[in-house]
């Protein structure tokens, strides 16, 4: 967990470190009012009053269908948790919940026959419309990963694919620091990136 001067009653700029992170985009989209609403989200469900959330303290945030689960809250903070310790401080829970605001709105935008499903079109274009700009035939091997039998995903299950992605882009970052979209990464790199994801 970074500590960022994290202080439960005041809500400060985030340190520029922060904000050179590709999620930061997410972060940006909050209105003040929606920060000081997380921040109380947050208290609660920092239940050991650490300043930071494991991954056993965020698996039970509610979203759209229910708790987060283990297994998605585990990958959301291998996501969002910058220096790799396991937990996420308050600016990198803020950007976590708008992530998943922002993938909750795609996916009912993207629902046209409000079935609670969506297939890989649908996926494709809600990846899109969530910044994930992916060809077509990657996201369709991805949705057949989640659903080897072409039925459509429920929220959770794209939050669970949207989140390989957003890891993968984390672990693609570290050895992209210039931001260019070419990494060099030898096969031990690579082996590590595939195991995280």
Known sequence: M??????????VAPPA???ALWFYSYYTQIQHQQLHEMSAWF???DKDRSGS?????????????????????????RVFDVD???QIDFYEYAALHQFINVLYANFLANDRNRSGTIDAHEIHRALGSSGFNLPFNTVNLLFLKASPRGYG????DFLGLCSSIAIARSLFDVHDPMRTGVAHLNINQLYDIVSLV
């Open 17 to 19: 470190k922060f904000q």
């Open 43 to 45: 208290r609660a469900i």
């Open 84 to 86: 790799k310790s396991g």
């Open 153 to 156: 995903l429920k929220f959770s």
């Open 2 to 11: 970074m500590s960022y001067g994290y202080q439960p009653t005041t809500i």
């Open 53 to 77: 959330i494991s991954a056993m303290e965020l698996q039970s945030l509610q979203v759209g269908y229910g708790p987060l689960g283990i297994e998605t809250a585990t990958k959301l903070i």
